[in-house]
Structure formats: structure tokens, C-alpha cells
């Protein structure tokens, strides 16, 4: 095991030895001096740091090809590196769990190119663009996480790839594997007229100090970041976020959250009633990703998320760990943000900047671009005069400093690349994780449904206007947020109307982040029983929401409504 992976010590310096933690034995806690692995992915971590199979990969596997990769490499290190083999084609959903890994995979790769606070240059786009129509088959989806994900990409063709993308200062360095994932941005940072404070150098100081770091590339799982300003990067549902705030004394800065996540196990993130100032957020990241690190548990992954050992320690023991023993000072006391309802958390449409000049967002279909589509993205942003292009939280994009002449020029041509600036409810709220069409997780199909039920719902209720998110998930892991939509899609194998297996769904109903000061959010109601197949979900999201329409008191939300509905309402 590499020396820069054994924790003697954190970042700040720190012995990892001296805090008790009260769990039985075998939790792997390095802090409790566990560094035994304690099972197969912890081993091959010990065996060498995932940073490193990058060499192998451009001097062996690239040269000798798909069969010459180590099988510890090929399904864990390269993830360090933003790479999963993708979905075998042909094989149905009642397999996921039943085949080997290696009967999975395919010998074509999925990649995901980092994309820190969703910012992106006109030559990085194009970068992405070129990649995608000479390497990926002209594939493309961006992600509720803000990055861009390619597919069918062959081993060999990866050093080509990091040249092209790395010549324009994009990365896939962490994008995936048991590391601090991409760091979550405003898409408007800078530019928003209701910014509280600009998180965008907070965002750079943590790319430049910890992405690509021994230090923190052996996690227990993996670490997800925000940081804004503006509240449009689902701080809720992240390991640590960085909120912001206005402090009476101490002006603009950030309440600090930890532990949130959703998956199997939903959790939203906690409060330690902490307030961080901006140039203080790399070393209160480094003391959360420390304590993460050191105190973990390693011995079952289910249970590896931070939001586990928060659920176990609570925030105020949290918070105590972070200034004792890592950041060595108390942290100030802060007041808590101010509610944005999560419709406002978008920025589809026509929005002008604090400059004067103004930012245009528009939606794909749940995410699914392609790599012309994106190179002419890249033009059109270049004809507007603008150098600054940004990725969302909701699988949406947006160009920034769009002269205001030049608005509904640019809105027409996104339209006709069918990239909506004034979308329907259904088109601006609906997202669909990457489905069994190539990830090995899923069960059932999710884009191309998810684009057709758009379809429908749009010529069976014109006239809806209520915002209505639904989010279409193929396994329980919730990489589409499941929990958190109004209309949650978890998908399932189902039996229909003749008894026959086929893609479903179980439903959850009525997820929402706060909404307000007295609403911290809930999870979706799951109604007893309630499964819908896939060929049947246009039928049922269009039953409840006129069984909503019809039944709603005056300005009452879905949410609101689906708590006191009966099951035949939701049925």
C-alpha cells in the first residue's frame, strides 16, 4: 500500500488514533488503527492507490488491448479515472443481479468527463464534442451531477481522448471510484442577481489542492461536494455542502451540511449550524473529507457513505470532531440559509445578470445530447460572444453573457436543435438516469421511455402549468433523485395485466426539497402496493395529475396534495 494512503496522519496533520469511536470492532475504522481490509474493494485499494492504473492504462492496456486489462483494474482502479465498462447489449433486466460481473461487461466503456461547477469554455466543449463523434459513436448525456458522459469508448483510444480533453483543461481524474467526486457549482455563479456570494474560487482552490491527492484518494465510498451561492445544487442530498449565507457580523459566506444521500438509504444532509467564510472552505473540506477518511466505515459497502456515520454521531459530535481534531479552532456559529423553492433552482428561460447582460438556459430531452449537437452548441455560443457555457443539477445547460439583442436569436436556434428555452412543465421537469441501455446496475430501460412520455404528456394536457418534476430511475440507486420528485420512478421488474414479467416501476410520490423555512423536504410517498409498467406510465402520470388538477385547494402544491390524497387518488 502506498505510504500517501496509510493514515498516520490527516491533511491538517493530525493523528487519526486518538478519538474512540463507539462501534464494535470490524467497522474498518482507520481511525480505531483497522487497516485490515475487511473486503474485496477495500483489498484491492491496499493493493495500489487507484491513481496509479492510469499508467497502465496508456502504456499496457491501450497498446495490448481490452483482454490484457487486470480484472482488479478493469471493475475498480479505472473508475479512478472516470471509466466503467458499459452494459453488454442484449442482456434483459432479470439478469442484473444474477450474472458474474465479467458476464456483464461489455468491452466498451463509459466516460464521464469532470466538470467542476458545471463551467465550461467554448474550446472544452468542443473538445467534448470531437470526442464524442470520433470516439463515442457521437454519444453524449449530461448528468444531474453536471458532468458529460460518453459511451462505447474502446481502451485503446483513451490516450488520443486525455490529450484532446486535457489540452483544454477538462479531467476525468476522480470521476468516479472512492474519491471526492465532481464538486457541484452554480451554474450562475458570478452573474446572478440574487447571488449571495460567488463560490467559484472556493470551487478552484478545491480542484487545484485535493482533486488528484493521495491524501484523499482511498475514501470509504464516494465524497460528493457542493458549494453555491445561489442554492441550485441540491446541497440536501450531498456528503458536504457549502450554502450560502449572510452572517449579521461577518457578511456573506457559507452554512456548512454534511452527510446527505439518497440511494437505498435516503438521508438528507445535517446542519452544524457552522459558518464558513470563503477562503476557509478548502480546509473545512479537507477536515470533513479527513474525518470521512479516517472515521468511515469500511467494512460493509452499503454502509460506507458519510451520511451513515453522521446518522450514528448526529451533528453536534460531528461538528465537535471537525474543530478538535482537525481544523484545531471552534468554528463560528451561523445563521441557517434562506428557502429557494426548488422550481426557482433551474434557470431555464431568459434571465438577465447582474452586468446587464444575460444568461439563456435551455432543456434536452432527460439530458440526452450528442456530440454535433454539443459542437454546435459550442458555435452558437462563440456567435452570441460568449466564452462561458454551463452544465445543471437537472441534466440541463445554459450560455452565460448573451448580449439582450441577441436573446431570441439564440432561443430560436436552440430550438432548432430541439433544445427548449421555454419547454413545457414536462420537457424542464423530468429527468432519467442512464438506464440498462448501458449501465450494468439497471434493470429497465429509462431515457427513450422517459423522452416518450414527454411526448404524451404533452398532447394529453396542454394546458398543465404547475411544475411537476418527474424523475425516471432504472435500479434503486436513485442516480436520478428519485426520492426528492414529485412523481419518483424506481425501476423494477413488474407483472402486467396477463402475468407476464416486464419493465416497471414502483412509484414514490410527493418528494420535495424545502420549499420553505417551515419545510426541510421529504422523501416520496410510496403507496402500498402501487406498481406501474412501463407501457402503462403515461396512462398513470396522467390519471394523478387530473385526479390532482381536480381535487388541489387554491394555491396547493403536488406535494401538499399527495400527503392527504387517498390511495385510489394515486392509484
Same mark, same amino acid.
Given at each position: ?17 486518538? *478519538? ?6 470490524? /467497522? ?63 442482456? +434483459?433486466? &432479470? ?13 466498451? !466503456? ?45 481502451? /485503446? +483510444? ?10 483544454? &483543461? ?7 471510484? +472512492? ?19 460567488? &463560490? ?21 465510498r464516494k465524497f460528493k461536494t457542493a458549494v453555491s451561492g445561489s442554492q441550485d445544487v441540491v446541497h440536501e442530498a450531498n456528503d458536504v455542502s457549502f450554502v450560502g449565507v449572510v452572517h449579521p457580523d461577518f457578511g456573506p459566506g457559507f452554512d456548512l451540511w454534511v %452527510? ?7 438521508? !438528507? ?37 458519510? =451520511? ?21 479552532? =471552534? ?19 431568459? *434571465? ?18 450528442? %456530440?454535433?449537437?454539443? %459542437? ?24 452565460? +453573457? ?42 429497465v430501460e429509462t431515457k427513450a421511455l422517459a423522452s416518450a412520455t414527454i411526448d404524451e404528456l404533452e398532447k394529453r394536457l396542454p394546458n398543465f402549468d404547475t411544475p411537476i418534476t418527474i424523475n425516471v430511475n432504472g435500479c434503486p440507486n436513485s442516480c436520478a433523485r ?5 412523481? &419518483? ?83
Open positions: 500500500m502506498a505510504e500517501s494512503n496509510t493514515p498516520a496522519s490527516s491533511a491538517t496533520g493530525r493523528s487519526v488514533r486518538s *478519538h474512540q469511536v463507539r462501534r464494535h470492532r470490524g /467497522e474498518g475504522q482507520w481511525a480505531k488503527g483497522h487497516f485490515t481490509p475487511l473486503n474485496p474493494n477495500e483489498q484491492v485499494k491496499k493493493d495500489d492507490d487507484g491513481l496509479n492504473v492510469r499508467a497502465r492504462i496508456e502504456n499496457i492496456y491501450a497498446v495490448r488491448g481490452f483482454d490484457a486489462i487486470d480484472g482488479q483494474d478493469l471493475r475498480g482502479r479505472m473508475r479512478w479515472w472516470g471509466l466503467y465498462t458499459q452494459r453488454r447489449p442484449g442482456i +434483459d433486466g &432479470g439478469k442484473t443481479a444474477i450474472l458474474e460481473p465479467h458476464e456483464l461487461d461489455d468491452e466498451y !466503456f463509459m466516460l464521464r468527463v469532470r466538470i467542476d461547477g458545471g463551467r465550461l469554455t467554448v474550446a472544452q466543449l468542443r473538445a467534448i464534442s470531437e470526442v464524442s463523434t470520433t470516439y463515442a459513436r457521437d454519444t453524449a448525456d449530461i448528468t444531474d451531477r453536471q458532468n458529460i458522459q460518453l459511451h462505447w469508448i474502446r481502451i /485503446e +483510444d483513451m490516450p488520443a481522448i486525455w490529450k484532446i480533453l486535457e489540452s483544454t &483543461g477538462l479531467q476525468t481524474t476522480e470521476a468516479c471510484g +472512492d474519491t471526492p467526486r465532481v464538486i457541484l457549482g452554480s451554474p450562475v455563479a458570478g452573474v446572478s442577481r440574487s447571488e449571495i456570494i460567488d &463560490g467559484t474560487p472556493a470551487i478552484e482552490e478545491l480542484h487545484r489542492r485535493f482533486v488528484g491527492s493521495k491524501d484523499f484518494s482511498n475514501l470509504p %452527510g446527505g444521500g439518497l440511494s437505498t438509504n435516503p438521508q !438528507f444532509a445535517k446542519r452544524l449550524g457552522a459558518f464558513i467564510p470563503l477562503e476557509d472552505v478548502p480546509d473545512v473540506w479537507a477536515g470533513v473529507a479527513g474525518i470521512f477518511r479516517d472515521y468511515g466505515y469500511r467494512r460493509l459497502r452499503t454502509r460506507a457513505r458519510l =451520511k451513515f456515520l453522521v446518522a450514528d454521531w448526529g451533528a453536534e459530535r460531528f461538528r465537535e470532531v471537525l474543530e478538535t481534531e482537525y481544523l484545531k479552532r =471552534k468554528l463560528t456559529d451561523g445563521p441557517a440559509p434562506a428557502h429557494v423553492p426548488p422550481q426557482e433552482r433551474d434557470h431555464i428561460g431568459i *434571465h438577465e445578470q447582474k452586468d446587464g447582460a444575460f444568461y439563456v438556459g435551455f432543456a434536452p430531452r432527460v439530458g440526452r445530447v450528442d %456530440g454535433v449537437t454539443l %459542437g454546435r452548441i459550442a458555435d452558437l455560443a462563440e456567435a452570441v460572444g460568449s466564452d462561458r457555457i454551463r452544465t445543471t443539477t437537472d441534466q440541463k445547460m445554459l450560455i452565460l +453573457d448573451v448580449p439582450g439583442d441577441r436573446t431570441e436569436w439564440l432561443a430560436g436556434e436552440l430550438k432548432a436543435l430541439d433544445l427548449q428555452v421555454r419547454p413545457s412543465v414536462f420537457r424542464r421537469h423530468t429527468m432519467a438516469c442512464t438506464g440498462i441501455e448501458f449501465c450494468k446496475l439497471a434493470i428519485i426520492q426528492t420528485a414529485d412523481i &419518483g420512478l424506481k425501476g423494477q421488474l413488474v407483472r402486467d395485466a396477463d402475468g407476464n414479467q416486464v419493465e416497471g416501476f414502483q412509484v414514490h410520490l410527493g418528494g420535495h426539497l424545502g420549499a420553505d423555512h417551515d419545510d426541510e423536504g421529504s422523501f416520496g410517498r410510496k403507496v402500498r402496493g402501487l406498481k406501474v409498467t412501463a407501457t402503462e406510465l403515461p396512462d398513470y402520470i396522467e390519471r394523478v395529475l387530473r385526479a390532482f388538477e381536480a381535487d388541489r385547494a387554491a394555491g396547493e402544491g403536488f406535494a401538499v396534495w399527495t400527503a392527504r390524497a387517498t390511495e385510489q387518488q394515486l392509484s
